[in-house]
């Protein structure tokens, strides 16, 4: 009864233009058709057709091929480290098609007039894309956030707090659910950066989360969830893939971080390699980053390419994404790398360069289990690591990346409930 009257008077949007957003353009408009109706034909809460402006939102990675899709599964064995001269069809084969026969090639953002260019795969639901979503005049998302807003087991809440934690939870999965019908990978799901350093916190907003998501009938295999990879974070992830929840640790700025997280059994690890490149120009004094500078390595590069050896060395089942991919030479240094999570602009670039067998440089497979097989790791890198040793192996430039990630998620969550707080209760409920 109570939730008949919520939907009845529910019609106007909650999601109020006041939120300072980040990722949209004030100058351009566009029309977007969504899916056809067999594709969402449970999708109730997106719409047929919509005008919006432009809004992004960060993927992570997919679990499963998509015949629909030019991503290549780079969990396929790959006979060959260079593409040869005879396959590449100057006519026909661009420099993205090439790329994406060795790593799976992810667009970093998604604008919503790019769905045609760069197909999703798979997506991240966010804080930031919650208050994109809020901050728009109108997007096929609006009436997720609606729905969770008006959603009567939580404004039956007596508690203000867990009333106001119920509304951003059933957000969250709202708008991945609808993420989940638009996308054949998989959904990675915030949690809370806030609780980055209670274990057990961070497992019981996962289970919330999948709660929500179970409401929606969204199966588990579907959805990944997001965690920070601090020590808490990393024995969070054990733990929910001992109960066969797909967790995604992120921010990871070290080898032990790295090691560690596969150690943990987490079925992503991510690794930003622009921030640490950018953290190591401006600042010194960390071991790790001097060591590859010493052997005129990049940073990032170095970090990612070592993580990817560790863990196909020794057959741990995590998959490793390289982001914060800032050109199109870091691609290419990263090739067979599982997932490289690239930028339009990079990407825009790879599809319109055609690629012709006598080009000044060749595609090459750098990284493969074959290659990781030969890499001699010490001693000190093969211990079973822990929190004591983890934190003893962090660097500064780990340490300082990781809080400044903290920070910046932590502050986007706020802003979540201090909007959710404002604009609740809704009119005429």
């Not at 203000?160 to 054949?184: E, Y």
């Not at 590859?292 to 050896?309: S, V």
């Not at 890198?381 to 809080?403: F, H, I, Y």
Request: glycine share 4%; hydrophobic share 40%; with cysteine.
């Amino acid at each position: 009864m109570i939730r008949r009257f919520a939907l009845k008077n529910f019609k106007k949007s909650v999601c109020l233009s006041e939120v300072g957003v980040l990722i949209w353009n004030q100058k351009m408009s566009l029309t977007l058709q969504t899916p056809s109706s067999t594709t969402l034909s449970s999708a109730s809460s997106i719409h047929r057709t919509r005008t919006t402006r432009f809004t992004s939102f960060s993927l992570s990675l997919r679990s499963t091929p998509s015949p629909t899709t030019l991503h290549f599964n780079s969990h396929t064995s790959l006979p060959q480290t260079r593409a040869s001269a005879s396959s590449i069809n100057a006519a026909s084969t661009t420099e993205l098609d090439v790329v994406s026969a060795f790593s799976e090639i992810v667009p970093d953002t998604v604008i919503f007039d790019d769905f045609q260019k760069f197909p999703l795969t798979a997506a991240t639901v966010s804080s930031s894309f919650l208050l994109g979503i809020c901050a728009l005049p109108d997007t096929i998302f609006r009436n997720a956030v609606d729905m969770a807003l008006a959603d009567s087991k939580c404004y039956a809440l007596e508690n203000s707090n867990a009333r106001l934690s119920c509304f951003v939870n059933k957000a969250f999965a709202n708008v991945g659910s609808d993420l989940v019908k638009l996308v054949p990978g998989r959904v990675s799901t915030e949690v809370d950066a806030r609780l980055a350093y209670d274990t057990h916190a961070i497992i019981r907003k996962v289970h919330d989360l999948l709660k929500s998501y179970d409401d929606s009938d969204v199966p588990p295999q579907r959805l990944l969830f997001k965690i920070p990879s601090t020590w808490q974070g990393i024995e969070a992830a054990r733990l929910l893939e001992s109960e066969g929840i797909q967790t995604h640790l992120t921010f990871v700025y070290s080898f032990a971080q790295a090691a560690a997280a596969a150690q943990a059994g987490a079925s992503v690890i991510q690794i930003f390699v622009g921030r640490i490149r950018d953290w190591a120009r401006n600042h010194s004094g960390d071991t790790e980053i001097e060591s590859a500078q010493i052997r005129g390595e990049d940073p990032g590069l170095a970090l990612a390419t070592k993580a990817y050896n560790y863990i196909h060395k020794y057959g741990h089942k995590s998959k490793l994404i390289a982001a914060a991919v800032r050109n199109k030479q870091d691609l290419f240094s990263l090739l067979g790398i599982d997932y490289i999570i690239a930028p339009l602009k990079v990407l825009q670039s790879l599809k319109e360069s055609v690629a012709s067998s006598d080009e000044k440089y060749s595609f090459v497979r750098r990284l493969s289990p074959q290659s990781a097989a030969k890499y001699t790791f010490s001693d000190e890198e093969l211990v079973k690591w822990d929190q004591d040793s983890l934190a003893k192996a962090m660097g500064p430039a780990a340490v300082q990346l990781l809080a400044a990630g903290l920070d910046g998620y932590a502050d986007q969550a706020k802003r979540v409930e201090d909007l959710f707080g404002k604009i609740w209760p809704p009119p005429n409920v």
